[in-house]
């Protein structure tokens, strides 16, 4: 009696196991991981290019270069249409989780700093230019995640015919 219940047992742990193993083989599931898996290589090279990217132009550039924002808004663009290109089926939406790191930053940014600005006179035009800066990079991004996708999709139909 005791080596059937134990037949049985092991059954329902072996019935247990694939069950739980067809769910995380599932073709869903497999695309829902890829997605994730996307979006987290999107937010870590942009997190990479946020902590790179400033230190290196203003190293060799200085801050108040004209050539600043531009040489930090093109590896977004050229980041986005690189990732765009290898996942065409997200497009655009890449260059959002590629620009995810900066509205966080740049909220505690200006939590850090709040008390200088309530006890010095705030250059209103210049911030609002400075965020409009910011803004283009998540614009190149975008743009670029589009454009890469497009051109695989172009490439994936000229091969096709």
Known sequence: ??????????????????????????????????????????????????????????????????LYLPLLVAPYGMSGAFLGFLWPDVGWRLGLWLSAIWPPMLLFMLFLGGDALMKEHVDLKGTVRDLLGYLMIMIAACLGAEVGAIIRRRRRADSST
């Open 1 to 66: 009696m005791l080596e059937v219940v134990r037949v049985i047992s092991h059954f329902r742990y072996i019935q247990m196991v694939s069950i739980a193993m067809s769910l995380f083989t599932d073709e869903k599931d497999d695309e829902r991981v890829n997605s994730i898996r996307r979006k987290a290589l999107a937010v870590f090279v942009g997190t990479a290019l946020f902590f790179i990217l400033p230190i290196t132009i203003g190293s060799l550039l200085g801050d108040n270069t004209p």
